[in-house]
């Protein structure tokens, strides 16, 4: 059984820093890609990064380009969100997710953690 767990969110003031982390197991990890999404009351999951398996190529929204950057650690069966520069519209729960590729497109992805609250106060 493939399980996500994610960790690293919080309170936070704008400009200020965070990162997420996100253990996988139940599936050989390096062998998928990763992504990060996020989910705001009444709006639809977007796409936030996403890492594929084996060359670690990145993708970005172009609301967090310059900003986030997503890593990870194969042995460790964990992918990374490292957020700067946070703003207030950064506020939302952030789920990572596991898929073939990286897609930016959620309903692509197979499995999915449970989110993590992340609250940016201006």
């Known amino acids: 059984q493939v399980q996500l767990v994610e960790s690293g969110g919080g309170l936070v003031q704008a400009g200020g820093s965070l990162r997420l982390s996100c253990t996988a197991s139940g599936r050989t990890f390096s062998m998928y890609a990763m992504g990060w999404f996020r989910q705001s009351p009444g709006k639809e999951r977007d796409f936030v990064a996403a890492?594929?398996?084996?060359?670690?190529?990145?993708y970005y929204a172009d609301s967090v380009k310059g900003r986030f950057t997503i890593t990870r650690d194969n042995a460790k069966n964990t992918v990374y969100l490292q957020m700067n520069s946070l703003k207030s519209e950064d506020t939302a729960v952030y789920y990572c997710?596991?898929?073939?590729?990286?897609?930016?497109?959620?309903?692509?992805?197979?499995?999915w953690g449970q989110g993590t609250q992340v609250t940016v106060s201006s």
């Open positions: 890492i594929s398996s084996r060359s670690g190529d990145t």
């Open positions: 997710a596991t898929g073939a590729r990286p897609y930016n497109d959620y309903a692509r992805y197979d499995y």
